[in-house]
């Protein structure tokens, strides 16, 4: 019985009765902060200890695979036991695993293959040059959000009514020719793991009732987004009997665009018998300074289901605003704060950098590796999303299905073999005039000698190599099969031979891909190999590696600051957070500004970002900034506005005297220097490049004082940032 009450040790009320509510259906409402995931984590264990409920019994769900796994390593600590075959997971993974153990009342080929986001755009482009559509017409990409849209509603073409618009009708089209191909490669996307895995429930009754008998509890996370085809997979499978708990934030609802909605919150609590409905308002994470701010941000925002946070813990420090005048100054004074923190004792890990678009970690990546600060970012450069990573497992899909025509196509001819686009050309032609797979109509194409002279050659020896790579690793461990992959298929002599640190990095990520397969066999993984040997091993690498796209877990420990975008930091905390480029435009994102809706989405997502902040918060943002490519005046934030002054306080750095207000690039740093009779100093601007005789080239970051005091900072190439006395420096305008 001590194990028992030991659970809701260190609970509040309210905390307590969810965790240990008798069971049935229930909502837990609650803002950032509250303890939403541990009373979840907590309640599992309070099923399995107090009610009895078999680790079998439980289906967890959760946002993100690093959620998964911390869930499951906490609640192993809580219980003291091994729990490796708890489900717990994703929905994509607990899909996945349902596909895969019922593949054949699924349709689908034992060894199918799951493809990412990357993989369905380039299926669509090959889709639309086949069928000669006019691409501008029919943008790839968003032919692509029309076919995930239709998924996450449930929908097959079939069942999509184009009301006789021709455009509409087209979509259709190419969503079930897109069905065909991916029918015929064995490729299933993400979209696809769901809505199939519903359907194979719904199609099965006795499977259904077999898990509908099993799962005695269903708990979910983030259950705010959700959505539609989530929460009719979740009321399918419970058949609205197996008692639930759900977790969740409105305020926190930040996959709108991707098909979430906030309304099954309310949805659940209407449709779902005798919901109990708890709500949590103590927070637990943030100082009052922080959490005050993000009170005062999300209620800006209408329709909201109305909570408040409060906390006993200290005001803490006020929120600093840091205005740098370009992208490059707003990194250096994250970096170099960054510095100072670690220099005080803060481990690099407690530190998190988010930001709104992917494009902005460039320059902060630039500044951190000049500083020398470790880094590593979660979620962005997905290390199985990287050029050779997908190449190697292209060639590792191409052993177990040869059909799999989205990997022949990425690899045919990398390394370069000889085969050129208008081979592969007549290829694709062939293969959908008479509708089969791109590797049997380069068979065909052998056979009946339309492929002739070199081209044929270099095709022949491409497919020998594929067979080549099946039979000799036939009988090997995974990790040797992609050691032999990687070696024989020319590919990391490919990226050996390029020049320079890139190609380095390359070699160096497939190497690391023999180190994931080892300690996959070894049952790092997530989900471990049930069989671990050969193509069985090979295929739930695969899946994982598909799967797991987003968070390499080599780095978890190392002592790194940790960099991301505010859509992947959801549910983490960070002692210290800096949240950059918090501009207009920016966040709220430009695309996001004219609807309403979207606008108070992205409000959402910055009380995301500001309620992931334990100790410190930092908003910066840049009046100048160069983004893809160009060069544009930003102005602060809306949100910054909606803060409450006294939660805020501005940055100035130390010594500076007059850092120009509103910098320019058209305003001389001469016209301040020229006031106390500095008018012989060359005119000099922000950002500007300027030669020195001693340090040779560099860019000027940032300038402070007037008249004879008047210094600059500038960036040298080679030799690092330096503070440099305007009269004495000798710097040339370049
Ligand atoms: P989010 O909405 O961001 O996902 P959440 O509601 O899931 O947040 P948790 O991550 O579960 O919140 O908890 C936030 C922090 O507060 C964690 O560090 C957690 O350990 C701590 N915490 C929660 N409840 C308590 C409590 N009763 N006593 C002490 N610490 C607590
Ligand atoms: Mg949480």
Same mark, same amino acid.
């Given at each position: 019985?001590?194990?028992?009450?030991?659970?809701?040790?260190?609970?509040?009320?309210?905390?307590?009765?969810?965790?240990?509510?008798?069971?049935?259906?229930?909502?837990?409402?609650?803002?950032?902060?509250?303890?939403?995931?541990?009373?979840?984590?907590?309640?599992?264990?309070?099923?399995?200890?107090?009610? !009895?409920? +078999?680790?079998?019994? =439980?289906?967890?769900? %959760? $946002?993100?695979?690093? @959620?998964? /796994?911390?869930? *499951? #390593?906490?609640?192993?600590?809580?219980? !003291?036991? +091994?729990?490796?075959? =708890?489900?717990?997971? %994703? $929905?994509?993974?607990? @899909?996945? /695993?349902?596909? *895969? #153990?019922?593949?054949?009342?699924?349709?689908?080929?034992?060894?199918?293959?799951?493809?990412?986001?990357?993989?369905?755009?380039?299926?669509?482009?090959?889709?639309?040059?086949?069928?000669?559509?006019?691409?501008?017409?029919?943008?790839?990409?968003?032919?692509?959000?029309?076919?995930?849209?239709?998924?996450?509603?449930?929908?097959?073409?079939?069942?999509?009514?184009?009301?006789?618009?021709?455009?509409?009708?087209?979509?259709?089209?190419?969503?079930?020719?897109?069905?065909?191909?991916?029918?015929?490669?064995?490729?299933?996307?993400?979209?696809?793991?769901?809505?199939?895995?519903?359907?194979?429930?719904?199609?099965?009754?006795?499977?259904?009732?077999?898990?509908?008998?099993?799962?005695?509890?269903?708990?979910?996370?983030?259950?705010?987004?959700?959505?539609?085809?989530?929460?009719?997979?979740?009321?399918?499978?419970?058949?609205?009997?197996?008692?639930?708990?759900?977790?969740?934030?409105?305020?926190?609802?930040?996959?709108?665009?991707?098909?979430?909605?906030?309304?099954?919150?309310?949805?659940?609590?209407?449709?779902?018998?005798?919901?109990?409905?708890?709500?949590?308002?103590?927070?637990?994470?943030?100082?009052?300074?922080?959490?005050?701010?993000?009170?005062?941000?999300?209620?800006?925002?209408?329709?909201?289901?109305?909570?408040?946070?409060?906390?006993?813990?200290?005001?803490?420090?006020?929120?600093?605003?840091?205005?740098?005048?370009?992208?490059?100054?707003?990194?250096?004074?994250?970096?170099?704060?960054?510095?100072?923190?670690?220099?005080?004792?803060?481990?690099?890990?407690?530190?998190?950098?988010?930001?709104?678009?992917?494009?902005?970690?460039?320059?902060?990546?630039?500044?951190?590796?000049?500083?020398?600060?470790?880094?590593?970012?979660?979620?962005?450069?997905?290390?199985?999303?990287?050029?050779?990573?997908?190449?190697?497992?292209?060639?590792?899909?191409?052993?177990?299905?040869?059909?799999?025509?989205?990997?022949?196509?990425?690899?045919?001819?990398?390394?370069?073999?000889?085969?050129?686009?208008?081979?592969?050309?007549?290829?694709?032609?062939?293969?959908?005039?008479?509708?089969?797979?791109?590797?049997?109509?380069?068979?065909?194409?052998?056979?009946?000698?339309?492929?002739?002279?070199?081209?044929?050659?270099?095709?022949?020896?491409?497919?020998?190599?594929?067979?080549?790579?099946?039979?000799?690793?036939?009988?090997?461990?995974?990790?040797?099969?992609?050691?032999?992959?990687?070696?024989?298929?020319?590919?990391?002599?490919?990226?050996?031979?390029?020049?320079?640190?890139?190609?380095?990095?390359?070699?160096?990520?497939?190497?690391?891909?023999?180190?994931?397969?080892?300690?996959?066999?070894?049952?790092?993984?997530?989900?471990?190999?049930?069989?671990?040997?050969?193509?069985?091993?090979?295929?739930?690498?695969?899946?994982?590696?598909?799967?797991?796209?987003?968070?390499?877990?080599?780095?978890?420990?190392?002592?790194?600051?940790?960099?991301?975008?505010?859509?992947?930091?959801?549910?983490?905390?960070?002692?210290?957070?800096?949240?950059?480029?918090?501009?207009?435009?920016?966040?709220?994102?430009?695309?996001?500004?004219?609807?309403?809706?979207?606008?108070?989405?992205?409000?959402?997502?910055?009380?995301?970002?500001?309620?992931?902040?334990?100790?410190?918060?930092?908003?910066?943002?840049?009046?100048?900034?160069?983004?893809?490519?160009?060069?544009?005046?930003?102005?602060?934030?809306?949100?910054?506005?909606?803060?409450?002054?006294?939660?805020?306080?501005?940055?100035?750095?130390?010594?500076?005297?007059?850092?120009?207000?509103?910098?320019?690039?058209?305003?001389?740093?001469?016209?301040?220097?020229?006031?106390?009779?500095?008018?012989?100093?060359?005119?000099?601007?922000?950002?500007?490049?300027?030669?020195?005789?001693?340090?040779?080239?560099?860019?000027?970051?940032?300038?402070?004082?007037?008249?004879?005091?008047?210094?600059?900072?500038?960036?040298?190439?080679?030799?690092?940032?330096?503070?440099?006395?305007?009269?004495?420096?000798?710097?040339?305008?370049?």
């Amino acid at each position: 019985m001590d194990d028992v009450t030991a659970i809701l040790d260190h609970m509040n009320p309210a905390q307590r009765e969810a965790v240990s509510a008798p069971q049935g259906n229930m909502l837990v409402l609650a803002g950032a902060g509250s303890g939403k995931t541990r009373v979840l984590v907590h309640r599992i264990a309070w099923l399995m200890q107090a009610e !009895g409920l +078999s680790p079998y019994a =439980v289906l967890g769900v %959760t $946002f993100t695979n690093k @959620a998964a /796994r911390e869930m *499951r #390593t906490r609640l192993e600590a809580l219980l !003291g036991i +091994s729990l490796r075959n =708890v489900w717990v997971g %994703t $929905f994509h993974s607990i @899909a996945h /695993r349902l596909l *895969r #153990t019922h593949w054949q009342d699924a349709r689908l080929p034992q060894h199918f293959q799951i493809i990412d986001s990357d993989d369905q755009l380039r299926l669509v482009k090959r889709l639309l040059k086949d069928h000669r559509i006019d691409d501008e017409r029919f943008p790839p990409r968003q032919v692509q959000s029309f076919i995930s849209g239709c998924k996450e509603e449930g929908l097959r073409p079939h069942q999509v009514d184009a009301h006789g618009d021709a455009y509409l009708a087209q979509m259709v089209e190419l969503y079930e020719r897109y069905q065909l191909t991916c029918e015929r490669g064995g490729l299933v996307d993400f979209g696809e793991l769901l809505l199939r895995s519903l359907e194979l429930l719904r199609d099965n009754p006795a499977l259904l009732a077999h898990y509908q008998e099993r799962f005695g509890h269903v708990l979910v996370d983030e259950f705010q987004d959700t959505n539609t085809l989530q929460y009719a997979w979740l009321k399918l499978l419970t058949g609205m009997k197996t008692p639930m708990t759900v977790v969740g934030d409105d305020d926190q609802s930040i996959y709108g665009w991707r098909g979430a909605r906030i309304e099954n919150i309310r949805r659940f609590e209407q449709e779902f018998p005798a919901t109990r409905t708890v709500r949590l308002e103590q927070n637990y994470r943030s100082t009052s300074a922080i959490l005050d701010a993000a009170n005062a941000l999300i209620r800006h925002n209408a329709g909201r289901m109305g909570k408040e946070l409060w906390t006993e813990g200290a005001r803490g420090e006020p929120i600093s605003v840091y205005s740098g005048f370009n992208d490059l100054d707003e990194a250096r004074f994250i970096v170099d704060t960054i510095r100072e923190k670690v220099e005080e004792g803060i481990n690099r890990r407690e530190i998190a950098i988010l930001y709104r678009s992917n494009a902005q970690s460039r320059v902060l990546e630039e500044t951190l590796i000049r500083q020398g600060v470790p880094y590593r970012i979660y979620g962005g450069q997905r290390f199985y999303e990287r050029l050779e990573i997908k190449n190697a497992l292209a060639y590792l899909r191409l052993l177990l299905n040869r059909d799999d025509d989205a990997s022949l196509e990425r690899v045919i001819n990398v390394p370069a073999r000889g085969i050129g686009t208008r081979t592969v050309e007549v290829l694709r032609t062939r293969a959908r005039q008479t509708e089969v797979s791109l590797w049997q109509a380069l068979h065909d194409g052998l056979l009946d000698a339309s492929l002739k002279g070199r081209a044929a050659t270099a095709v022949r020896a491409f497919a020998d190599l594929i067979e080549r790579l099946d039979n000799d690793t036939a009988g090997l461990a995974l990790h040797e099969i992609i050691d032999h992959v990687i070696e024989t298929s020319g590919l990391i002599e490919h990226h050996r031979s390029e020049k320079g640190e890139k190609g380095q990095a390359r070699v160096e990520n497939l190497e690391e891909l023999v180190t994931a397969a080892k300690a996959f066999t070894q049952g790092e993984a997530f989900e471990p190999p049930e069989a671990g040997e050969g193509a069985v091993a090979l295929e739930g690498f695969l899946s994982e590696a598909a799967l797991n796209a987003g968070d390499h877990e080599a780095e978890e420990f190392e002592d790194c600051v940790q960099l991301m975008t505010l859509h992947s930091a959801k549910g983490l905390e960070f002692p210290v957070v800096f949240i950059a480029g918090v501009e207009e435009g920016l966040f709220p994102h430009k695309m996001s500004m004219e609807e309403p809706g979207r606008l108070e989405e992205e409000r959402r997502l910055c009380y995301v970002g500001l309620t992931r902040a334990m100790r410190k918060l930092y908003l910066t943002h840049a009046e100048l900034r160069r983004l893809h490519g160009k060069e544009t005046f930003q102005r602060a934030s809306r949100f910054l506005r909606e803060l409450p002054e006294e939660t805020l306080e501005e940055v100035r750095l130390r010594g500076q005297i007059s850092r120009p207000v509103t910098a320019r690039p058209a305003v001389g740093l001469s016209r301040q220097t020229s006031v106390d009779g500095g008018g012989e100093l060359p005119s000099l601007s922000l950002g500007q490049r300027v030669s020195h005789p001693v340090f040779g080239e560099g860019v000027i970051l940032n300038a402070e004082g007037e008249g004879e005091r008047a210094r600059v900072q500038v960036s040298f190439e080679g030799e690092g940032d330096k503070w440099l006395v305007l009269g004495f420096a000798k710097l040339k305008p370049l």
